[in-house]
Every structure is written in C-alpha cells, then in structure tokens.
C-alpha cells in the first residue's frame, strides 16, 4: 500500500496558506472596485485590466466612502461628489470607454447599482392628492440599442420598485438589435435568474430604430395602458397613478410625466421646472414656458399642462386609441422627429396631450447622441420631411424655407399616413397653430432645441463662497491662466503667486465652480480625462465644472473623478494635469488671499 503523506502534507498546508492570504488580502480591501452588482463594467476589459486592489489611502478611511454597496443604496439621493473617484486603471478604463460608448459617466452608473432614492421633486401639494384605486393597468415599454447595463437595470427596476403591482401589467424591452455582448448574454441571464414573470424581452433581427422598435413593443402588449420610456431612465415617487388617472378619464388624454434631469457627468438627479413641449420651425422640439392661462388652476403647479408638442421618449397613452390613432409612422427610421409627429397628430385629430406635475420621471441627459444610423442617414431629416408632408399642409413651407435642399428630396411612400388622417378627419394644421400652439411666430424661424436647466438658470449667478489665489503647497505657485483670460478656452499653469494681480483672483461659489477673473470657469473635458485642465466660458450645469475643495486640501474633480496636481515639479514649466488623488503634496491647494 503506497500513499503519498508528503504530498498531503504539501497540499494541506499550500491550501491553508491560500486561504489565510485571502482572507488578509480581503480585509486590506475596502477600494475593492466592485460596488458594481454582476461586475458587467469589466466586460469590456481583457482580464489584465481586472481591479489591482491596493491598501486605502488614509483619507479615504471614514466617511467619504458613500458610494459603497449598501450605502449607495441609502444614500444616492445625495449623492457624494467623490463617486466617481478613480482609484486605479480600471476605472479610468470604465469611465473614458464609457463616456466614448454611452456619453455619460459610466463608472458612477455602475457604482450606484440597480435601486436607489431618489430625491422627491413633487411640488408638496402633489403629496397629498388622492388617485382612483381601480386604475387601468399598464404595460411599459422600454426599447434600447447599446444601453450601458447598469443604466437599463436601473430604469427597469426603478419601474419594478415603485409600481403598485396591480397597476404594473408587464415591462417590455425591445432589444433593438444592440451590439454589445453584455447586454445580449448578461440581460437575458439576469432577467431569468432575478426577474420572473412580468418583464418581457423581446429582440429585434435587426435594427429598427426606435419608432418601429416601440411599435414592435406595443405590438406585444396586453395591459391597457401602454407607457413608453427611454431606456435611462428612474422613475420617481407615485409616477404612474398620477398617469394613469386623466386617461382613466378620458382615454385620448396622452400624459407626459415631468423629465427631471439625470445629470450625464455626476449622475445626481434634479428638478426639472416646470415647462412644456413647443417646436420651431426646423422641427426641432423645444421646451417652452408654461403660459400663466395653464398655470391658473387653484391647485397651482399640480393640475394637468396642456402642451403643444411631448419630447417624444416619455409618455402614458390608451393602448387601444395608440393604435386607432395609427401608431407610429413605420416608415420613419432610427431616430428623431417622431415626437412631433405623435404631437400634432394627437391634437389635430381630436385627442389631447398633457404634462403632469405630479409625476416625475428622471432621464439622463447626454451632451451627444452616442450612436449614429447604420447607413449614416440624417434620419431626422428623412422623419421630419414625411412628418411636414403628412401633417403640415402650406406650413410645410416655413420648414423648406430654413432647408432648401430638402424641397426636393425623397422621402418614401407616405399614402398610409395620408390615410391614418382622412380616417381620423384630423383638423387642419392652421387650425393646431391657431389653437394649440398659437405663441408660434409664423415666417420668423427661433431658437434650437433647449433644455430646461438652460430655460430655469437663466442669468442667476450663484453665491461666491470664498475667493483668492490658488496656491499650490508643494511648489508655492498659484494657479493661473497660461495666456491672458479671455473669452476664449485656454490652458492653465501655475506661477509666482502675486497677491496684487487680479488675474490670479479665483472664486469658489456654491456650485462649485471655480471662476478665474470673474470671468472663466476652471473646467474639464468630458471625454478626454487625459486633457489638461483649461479655462472656459461657464456652463452652469455642473460636471465638468465642478470642484470639490476641501479635505486634506485636494482639489477634485467630480465628473473626472481625480485630483488637480502639479506635474514635474522641478522642470519649473508650471505644467498642471489630472491624477489618480493620493494625498501628495503635489495635490494640494489652498484658496487664500
Ligand atoms: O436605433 C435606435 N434604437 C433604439 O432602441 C436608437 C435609439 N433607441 C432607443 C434608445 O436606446 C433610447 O432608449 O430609443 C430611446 C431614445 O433614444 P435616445 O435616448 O438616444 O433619444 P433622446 O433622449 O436623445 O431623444 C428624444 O427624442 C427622440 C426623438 O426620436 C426620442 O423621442 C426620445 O425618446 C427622446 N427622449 C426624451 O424625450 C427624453 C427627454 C429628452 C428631452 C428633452
Ligand atoms: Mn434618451
């Protein structure tokens, strides 16, 4: 009998050795780059980019850690500026791939997982209105192409945690023929494993855009109402009875809930104000102001809105009068002008669209659209001129005089959309621009498309919190524009501090921006983190102009996710960039006078 005590001994003490090692190594873990549930953010890497976990740096011990897994559940409705600290290469990978592929903040997305609170942005009277129980119920249709993961399970289960289930019929995504492997494989598991029975995936052979991809969704649906939303999304507190209610009582009311704004760089949600949908005469949506005639109502800023034109992603309508209303034009590809479409369609042919306050959706607002048309089209083009052809009578003539080279242009069969009107013995559209949308200047073309952060800021300047020099504490050099401040972008280095020159003089106000001059914002770009710093005319909407000062000094950047820093000290060149924040005194700043 032969038996090897050697190689027991051998095993037994390797495995306890193993085991004591990762057990330690997990205790000295706490940056573990995996708030992420499923890990699906490191898809998109070969394996050697997987996390390096390092010891936490002292300052990041405490409190600061919000963005952990189950306190970003908690906490998410304020939002630590500090989640999107990059800790190693992964997380660059995750955010610059990401903002690349999805054009927004893609590691912060991961990080806040699947649920969080979000904050109540109801006007209080909302709060404390009734809604019928016997509510029709809803079938809520979400179609995506190339979603990031995380953003598409938020929408998705924001809608599963806060629908009533009685009301809730059945989500369906329609699959609109995405490329990434992630969302192919890892959705349809995660939909088997943690989601069973009301959510439906439906895939698409091929790219339909999404103007047919909804009809495909509806096509499929069986509750009565039908509710269309974007694929990143979160609903809100008691978003769907509020919906639900006008078309319980009127089945051609079409509502659109308030889009509260999802910020693209820092993923914090706002309020949005309370605006409706207008257009201008290139047939692009805008948001307009609510006319004070529509605000008059007892109960103030909570009764239904009257609004000429929807933004086209978010909306509640009667399954059965979507589909007697003749759907969607099915020859309109991709992307865009839809939204018009369903507008005048809705009022023409006797329905009505309305916002409701009392309902409150978020939506990420990117600062481009991260796909294009597989041919390349200009399908807003293509949609909006069948749209012109179909509904705008003469007025189509204010649409070719701002493109003359559309005049002549194809735009395929349109006879069935002709005959969805004569069917509906639809209204002329003088008769919508009389009655609907009369504040529209007939011949004098306005502005493009705005969102409402633009529309609320207006000229509002935020409080200054502190002002003075930026001082660098490890070369006593201060911060300053490379050039002259002007209007235009530029660099900024650092130089002898000069108490007196007033091109030095920084403010630090209570949006955290940090504003050279009075003039320039310190800012980022938010695709290329590798990009120095540089000085720009000042947005107002955070992000990339957002700075954290405070702690150990370090001044952070919060859609870039680092620390400003001086780089190659010695060289005397003044040359400032971006980096991985880890307490050096090369990081440190101090605003004083
Ligand atoms: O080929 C495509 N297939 C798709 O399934 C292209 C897009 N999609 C999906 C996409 O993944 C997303 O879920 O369709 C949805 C809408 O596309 P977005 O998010 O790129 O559109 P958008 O938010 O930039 O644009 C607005 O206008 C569009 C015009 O066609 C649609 O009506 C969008 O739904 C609409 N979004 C909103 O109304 C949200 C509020 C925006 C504002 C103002
Ligand atoms: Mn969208």
């Known amino acids: ?31 573990k780059n995996v708030p992420v549930k499923g890990g699906q953010s490191f898809k998109y890497f070969p394996r050697k980019f997987q996390p390096r976990f390092t010891r936490s740096p002292s300052w990041l011990q405490g409190p600061n850690q919000h963005w952990g897994k189950e306190e970003g559940r908690k906490k998410a409705a304020e939002l630590s500026p500090e989640m999107g600290m990059i800790f190693n290469e992964v997380d660059q990978e995750v955010r610059d791939v990401g903002y690349h592929k999805h054009a927004f903040n893609v590691l912060i997305s991961n990080r806040l997982g699947y649920h969080r609170e979000l904050p109540d942005t109801r006007n209080t009277k909302c709060k404390g209105k009734l809604y019928p129980v016997d509510l029709p119920s809803a079938s809520v249709v979400i179609c995506f192409f190339n979603e990031a993961f995380s953003a598409l399970l938020r929408t998705l289960h924001s809608v599963l945690d806060r629908t ?23 959705l349809d598991a995660y939909i088997k494993k943690n989601l069973p029975g009301k959510v439906k995936l439906v895939r698409n052979a091929k790219r339909e ?23 990143h999304c979160e609903v809100n507190e008691m978003w769907l009875q509020p919906l639900l209610t006008p078309i319980k009582e009127d089945r051609r009311a079409v509502v659109c809930p308030v889009i509260d704004i999802i910020s693209a760089d820092t993923l914090s949600y706002s309020s949005s104000p309370i605006v409706r949908g207008g257009f201008n005469w290139g047939l692009h949506f805008k948001w307009d102001p609510v006319p004070l005639s529509e605000l008059n109502g007892p109960e103030g800023a909570t009764v239904p809105i009257r609004s000429p034109t929807m933004a086209g992603g978010l909306f509640a309508m009667d399954r059965k009068y979507f589909n007697e209303l003749g759907q969607y034009d099915s020859g309109m590809d991709i992307w865009g002008g839809e939204n018009l479409e369903i507008s005048f369609r809705i009022w023409m042919c006797g329905g009505r669209l309305l916002i409701i306050p009392c309902s409150r959706v978020g939506h990420i607002f990117r600062k481009r659209r991260p796909y294009g048309s597989p041919g390349g089209q200009d399908t807003m083009a293509h949609n909006s001129l069948r749209l012109a052809h179909v509904w705008m009578d003469e007025y189509k003539e204010q649409y070719f005089a701002l493109r003359p080279e559309l005049r002549s242009r194809n735009y395929g069969d349109i006879s069935e959309r002709l005959a969805v009107r004569k069917r509906l013995h639809c209204n002329s559209f003088k008769w919508y621009l009389d009655h609907i949308y009369p504040e529209m200047q007939v011949s004098a073309p306005n502005a493009k498309a705005q969102h409402p952060v633009f529309v609320n800021k ?23 524009a490379q050039g002259r401040p002007s209007e235009k972008a530029g660099i900024v280095v650092v130089r002898d501090c000069d108490s007196e020159d007033p091109e030095q003089a920084w403010a630090y106000d209570e949006e955290q921006e940090l504003i050279l001059a009075g003039l320039l914002c310190l800012d980022m770009s938010e695709t290329r983190s590798s990009d120095p710093p540089r000085l720009m005319k000042c947005h107002g909407s955070g992000g990339t102009q957002q700075w954290t000062l405070g702690r150990s000094n370090r001044l952070y950047q919060v859609s870039v996710g680092q620390c400003l820093m001086v780089v190659d000290p010695l060289s005397h060149k003044g040359y400032v960039a971006m980096g991985i924040c880890n307490g050096s005194k090369a990081q440190q700043w101090r605003l004083e006078d």
């Open 458 to 480: 207006g000229l509002r300047r935020p409080k200054v919190l502190q002002r003075g020099r930026l001082r660098n504490l490890l070369t006593s050099t201060c911060l300053v």
């Open 209 to 231: 855009g999404l103007i047919r991809g909804r009809m495909i969704g509806a096509s499929q649906a069986t509750g009565e109402v039908l509710v269309f939303l974007d694929s």
């Open 1 to 31: 009998r032969y038996f090897c005590y050697g190689c027991l001994f051998t095993s037994v003490t390797w495995t306890l050795l193993l085991f004591i090692y990762f057990n330690l190594s997990q205790e000295s873990q706490p940056l």
């Open 164 to 186: 009533p289930s009685h009301l809730l019929h059945e989500v369906i995504l329609v699959d609109d023929n995405s490329e990434f492997t992630d969302l192919k494989e890892e």
